[in-house]
T-cell receptor, first 118, second 111 residues
Framework: NAGVMQNPRHLVRRRGQEARLRCSPM?????VYWYRQLPEEGLKFMVY????????ESGMPKERFSAEFPKEGPSILRIQQVVRGDSAAYFC????????????????FGSGTRLTVV | GQNIDQPTEMTATEGAIVQINCTYQ??????LFWYQQHAGEAPTFLSY??LDGLEEKGRFSSFLSRSKGYSYLLLKELQMKDSASYLC????????????WGAGTKLIIKP
């Protein structure tokens, strides 16, 4: 009964390269959330997706960042032309319900991808 | 604006009790979560409060006062494995799926 799987665990990219972060939610979970965490700071919401749909991307920068959750396969967070400021831990969380149906149900988080831009 | 405040760091002794406070100012309120995060690992769900009062779950309890915008997490019989960061998160009323997170409280347990 695997939890939320994120890969890679660590990712090093040079400035200007692309970073692709993958998240496979728990089996049966169709709601995926991406968060960014800087050292000594809280989790910052980026985007909320359901299968094939972006529900809320208000926390995601409009340039260089994109996310998808296709019908088949993992959710992908893509960062193009990375800059040093993109260095952070990126966490994915999943839930089987929308918040409206089960607001008390906590998220299950993956172990994160630590992106370092050199 | 949205604001969640927690102490940055706390130290406690093994076997003792510690209370981690969280105050919040958000546009509406629809529940408060506590998560535990060990260094380099995923946050894990501890508790959820939406009504005033104390919720007890084993060694951990969480309290909420909505009128004061205040919550605390109480950890009893502390163990070394409780050394971790404790994150407070509030769900806003105007956004049923978006949580606002505090920066976390790093708890250090000493023998």
């Amino acid at each position: 009964n695997a939890g939320v799987m994120q890969n890679p665990r660590h990712l090093v990219r040079r400035r200007g390269q692309e970073a692709r972060l993958r998240c496979s939610p728990m089996k049966g979970h169709s709601h995926v959330y991406w968060y960014r965490q800087l050292p000594e700071e809280g989790l910052k919401f980026m985007v909320y997706l359901q299968k094939e749909n972006i529900i809320d991307e208000s926390g995601m920068p409009k340039e260089r960042f994109s996310a998808e959750f296709p019908k088949e396969g993992p959710s992908i967070l893509r960062i193009q032309q990375v800059v040093r400021g993109d260095s952070a831990a990126y966490f994915c969380a999943s839930s089987p319900f929308s918040e409206l149906r089960a607001p008390s149900y906590g998220y299950t988080f993956g172990s994160g991808t630590r992106l370092t831009v050199v | 604006g949205q604001n969640i405040d927690q102490p940055t760091e706390m130290t406690a002794t093994e076997g003792a009790i510690v209370q981690i406070n969280c105050t919040y100012q958000t546009s509406g309120f629809n529940g408060l979560f506590w998560y535990q995060q060990h260094a380099g690992e995923a946050p894990t769900f501890l508790s959820y409060n939406v009504l005033d009062g104390l919720e007890e779950k084993g060694r951990f309890s969480s309290f909420l006062s909505r009128s004061k915008g205040y919550s605390y997490l109480l950890l009893k019989e502390l163990q070394m494995k409780d050394s971790a960061s404790y994150l407070c998160a509030v769900r806003r009323m105007d956004s049923n799926y978006q949580l606002i997170w505090g920066a976390g409280t790093k708890l250090i347990i000493k023998p």
